[in-house]
């Protein structure tokens, strides 16, 4: 199953463009097939004007608040992206977890909060470069799995997709090798199996992320366990984030 299932490639925009740069990553976008299931995650003001101008790619955001709504100046929910046609949200990202001090606890109540509303959610896990040295990657992928899916049931599992996006890769060319990367995807997919049965294990897709390039992309999606990649950079670019599409 893992083998024949359909790779998806997704592009996390984080904070970058302007609408009219992305308006003209639509234009450019638009013109081209891809063999791979595509999702754009931009950031949350071109979300509508997006799905106005892509209308067959799914849609996600980038984060969206644990509660529904209230008074939470600044933040966006999963009801207000479901309500403008958003599907997916990506949640977990490393860059939050660092730089917003977000637990697996509370990225577990978006997780919930997302499902109730009917959004997609890519849960992103991962280690830092210093627990990669000390051998600690499985221990800390099974808790950020294990607490950030705590209570979810296994008919909430077709809904979510696994990026593994070792921290140390992120951003900085240095990819993992497909051996490193099909190694963390096969314990991850052994966790999940152990977690909610082996059906659901094996119909899971979990994606690469970290320096993925139209250069790495092939060898990378050879991997058994490798169904996608989570594309930062690469991402940017209408035309490379097709050619790692078509890998
Ligand atoms: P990168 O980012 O491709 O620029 O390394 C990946 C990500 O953070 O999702």
Known sequence: MEGSMKKIV?????????????????????????????IIFPPFPYLEQLSRLLPVVPLGAQNCHEEESGAFTGEVSALMLRSIGCTWVLLGHSERREY?????????QKIKVALKNNLHVMLCVGETEKEHKEGLTNEIIKRQLKEGLAGITSDHMPSIAIAYEPIWAIGTGNTATPKQAQEVHSFIRETISKLYGESVAKSLRILYGGSVTPQNASALFKEKDINGALVGGASLDAEKFVKIANS
Do not use: C, P, R, Y
């Open 10 to 38: 997704a592009g996390n925009w984080k904070m970058n463009k302007t609408l009219g740069d992305a308006v003209s990553f639509a234009a450019n976008f638009k013109k081209e097939k891809t063999k791979h299931e595509v």
């Open 100 to 108: 917003q001090k977000e637990s697996n606890a509370q990225i577990n």
